[in-house]
């Protein structure tokens, strides 16, 4: 944030993970928004990749989204395990893809704002699935998502963190 203007810092006490992503989403400024939470880190084009996937997409595709990488912490050292990048949905399946699994990690993602605001952001009744909340959302809104075929982030595992039971698909 010191180096560029366009990134803010916004403090505000813990309320959770929606809490924080909806004080994110109200003072966001711009065409799109992605969070990072902070055990995790993306890789250094995912911007840059999603920003240009936007550009040849029409305005029915609010997401896009990519594969992501695990990063085990354990006491004798890290280990980064490279998942295999998912099939892409079918345009269409949005809605119906949400019920068979949990298919896209939140860090992964980049969404227009204007969508974002427009349905509330996220639904803060949800403590740990407001982002697969929000994907069934969208899609039974007629949203599409766009799938990059690039590794975008890296998801880290380790027994402190908040999510339920430490759970890739939760």
Known sequence: AKKDARIKFISKKNGGITSALNAGIEHASGEYFCWLSTDDYFYPQKLEIQVEAFKKLDSNFVMVYGA???????????????????????????FAEGFRHDFIDGCTIMIRLSVLKEIGGFNPYYRHAQDFEMWLKLGSLGYFFHLVP?????????????????????
């Open 150 to 170: 690039e590794k975008v982030s890296v998801r880290r595992v380790h027994p402190h963190q908040s999510s339920t039971g430490n759970m890739i698909y939760c």
């Open 68 to 94: 992501f990488d695990l990063l085990h912490e354990k006491p004798e050292g890290d280990q980064l395990e490279q998942l295999p990048t998912p099939a892409p949905i079918l345009k269409g399946t949005e």
